[in-house]
């Protein structure tokens, strides 16, 4: 499968796309504002630096993209073997993934809950992943360890 852009478009598209401050990050972090909460942003010193983090809950809290991060990689997968430059995305998204899981391992061992959305779920459900922050928010009291 072709790229249906050109190199140019494409390297200006692939510079575009951003670490921090994402849309999803944006959309998902005013809605924590607006009701009342209060974090930090690409916190540094946690690892995998997590998009928002609620250190008063200890609550790291993710948001990954479809692409990047390989949701559905079964789907995804075979889609990328047939394109252009396929060894390495292949390697580059199951690296992602990898990371994310040691990512998790990590902080869970540091004693955080982690919470990872993906962006199609922000954009299209903002309220609903605002309650399961608060849900856990609301068991992490409940039963603090």
Not at 108 to 116: A, N, Y
Request: charged fraction near 35%; hydrophobic fraction near 35%.
């Amino acid at each position: 499968m072709a790229d249906v852009l050109t190199p140019m478009q494409r390297r200006k598209n692939m510079q575009n796309i951003r670490a921090n401050n994402t849309r999803i990050e944006v959309i998902l972090r005013k809605a924590l504002w607006q009701r009342g909460y209060r974090y930090r942003k690409n916190y540094k010193n946690l690892p995998g630096k997590p998009d928002i983090v609620l250190t008063k809950y200890k609550i790291a809290i993710f948001c990954d993209g479809e692409f990047f991060h390989g949701k559905d990689w079964e789907v995804l997968k075979p889609r990328l073997e047939k394109g252009s430059n396929s060894d390495f995305w292949i390697s580059k998204i199951s690296r992602n993934r990898e990371r994310d899981d040691e990512v998790n391992k990590k902080l869970l061992f540091l004693g955080w809950t982690v919470i990872r959305f993906w962006g199609d779920e922000i954009k299209k459900n903002t309220n609903v992943c605002v309650r399961v922050i608060e849900e856990t928010i609301f068991d992490l009291e409940i039963d603090p360890e």
